[in-house]
T-cell receptor, first 115, second 113 residues
Framework: DTGVSQNPRHKITKRGQNVTFRCDPI?????LYWYRQTLGQGPEFLTY????????KSRLLSDRFSAERPKGSFSTLEIQRTEQGDSAMYLC?????????????FGPGTRLTVL | AQSVTQPDIHITVSEGASLELRCNYS??????LFWYVQSPGQGLQLLLK??????LVQGIKGFEAEFKRSQSSFNLRKPSVHWSDAAEYFC???????????FGSGTQLTVLP
């Protein structure tokens, strides 16, 4: 069990630029989740996949955000035309059916700073 | 809609003292409850979980939590705190069918020597 990995760990960008983050889940986990965490708050759900299908999207996921999981393994989260309000920690988690899906394992996160 | 309230934003305890972190949830059916810990700049580590059965659950690092349905609470406890326990603690609720977790806003724990 190598755990959930995320890259990059830190990203600094200028307002208006596009950024892409990658998440590699635990290998046998077929569900993958994205959360956003701002300073002083708990994580907030963005979206989740089961295999390659995106099953749910939060209202937080504006049309500037897009997530993919093309082969049901790793996932990418892209933010277009970044805004300062997008500055946050972006967390990825994965879960498996044999644990009932509710038990989610989190990666270390990608911290985004938009200047 | 499900929600979680952690009424204490910040708690300070002395090393060796006991600890209780409060968590209240709102969920229409039987909840799945979790406590996670987050060190600065890090992801979330699962401390313990409650799905069903015994309402007192044991977790890692000497933590335990008690599910009280009548009070909609799932408080986290530790009998003797260590300096390495200083971190932020998050309570979360999930349900069936399993989808996303809903987190509280967290409690920051400071441990005094």
């Amino acid at each position: 069990d190598t755990g959930v990995s995320q890259n990059p760990r830190h990203k600094i960008t200028k307002r208006g630029q596009n950024v892409t983050f990658r998440c590699d889940p635990i290998s046998e986990h077929n569900r993958l989740y994205w959360y956003r965490q701002t300073l002083g708050q708990g994580p907030e759900f963005l979206t989740y996949f089961q295999n390659e299908a995106q099953l749910e999207k939060s209202r937080l996921l504006s049309d500037r955000f897009s997530a993919e999981r093309p082969k049901g393994s790793f996932s990418t989260l892209e933010i277009q035309r970044t805004e300062q309000g997008d500055s946050a920690m972006y967390l990825c988690a994965s879960s498996s059916r044999d644990r009932g899906y509710n038990e989610q394992f989190f990666g270390p996160g990608t911290r985004l700073t938009v200047l | 809609a499900q929600s979680v309230t952690q009424p204490d934003i910040h708690i300070t305890v002395s090393e060796g003292a006991s600890l209780e972190l409060r968590c209240n949830y709102s969920y229409g059916a039987t909840p799945y409850l979790f406590w996670y810990v987050q060190s600065p700049g890090q992801g979330l580590q699962l401390l313990l979980k409650y799905f069903s059965g015994d309402t007192l659950v044991q977790g890692i690092k000497g933590f335990e939590a008690e599910f009280k349905r009548s009070q909609s609470s799932f408080n986290l406890r530790k009998p003797s705190v260590h300096w390495s326990d200083a971190a932020e603690y998050f309570c979360a609720v999930g349900g069936q069918p399993a989808r996303q977790l809903t987190f509280g806003s967290g409690t920051q724990l400071t441990v005094l020597p």
